[in-house]
C-alpha cells in the first residue's frame, strides 16, 4: 500500500493551497483518510480526518480555513487550505485505515509533502 502527497509548497500568509493524497496498491476498503502535519521542533498533529461516510473532524486550529474532501472510489483524499498563516507550516502527511488483502486492517502513511507559508 503507498500514500502519495502532492500539492506542498511556498505560499505567503493569507494565501491558499491544495493538498491531494492518492492512495494504491492492494486495498480492499479505507475506513478513514486523514491529513496530520508536523512543525519544525513539533510533534505531529491531527489536521483533518474524513471517513468513508463523510464525516469530518477538524483541529481547532484549522476550522474554518481547510476543509477535507475525498473520493473513496479512487482512494484520493484533499485539503483545501486556506486563509494560511506562517504556523501552518510544516510537513503534512497523509493517513489513511484501511483493509489490505494482504495484510487485513493497517493504518498507512505517506512521506509527506512540505508547506511553507511566509509572513
Known amino acids: 500500500v503507498q500514500l502519495v502527497e502532492s500539492g506542498g509548497g511556498l505560499v505567503q500568509a493569507g494565501g491558499s493551497l491544495r493538498l491531494s493524497c492518492a492512495a494504491s496498491?492492494?486495498?480492499?476498503?479505507?475506513?478513514?483518510m486523514g491529513w496530520y502535519r508536523q512543525a519544525p521542533g513539533k510533534q505531529r498533529e491531527l489536521v483533518a480526518t474524513?471517513?468513508?461516510?463523510?464525516?469530518?473532524n477538524y483541529a481547532e486550529s484549522v476550522k474554518g480555513r481547510f476543509i477535507i474532501s475525498g473520493d473513496n472510489a479512487k482512494k484520493l483524499v484533499y485539503l483545501q487550505m486556506t486563509s494560511l498563516k506562517p504556523e501552518d507550516t510544516g510537513v503534512y502527511s497523509c493517513?489513511?485505515?484501511?483493509?489490505?488483502?494482504?495484510?487485513?486492517?493497517?493504518?498507512?502513511w505517506g512521506h509527506g509533502t512540505q508547506v511553507t507559508v511566509s509572513s
Open positions: 474524513i471517513t468513508s461516510g463523510g464525516s469530518t
Open positions: 496498491g492492494s486495498i480492499f476498503s479505507i475506513y478513514s
Open positions: 493517513n489513511a485505515d484501511i483493509w489490505s488483502t494482504g495484510t487485513g486492517r493497517r493504518i498507512s
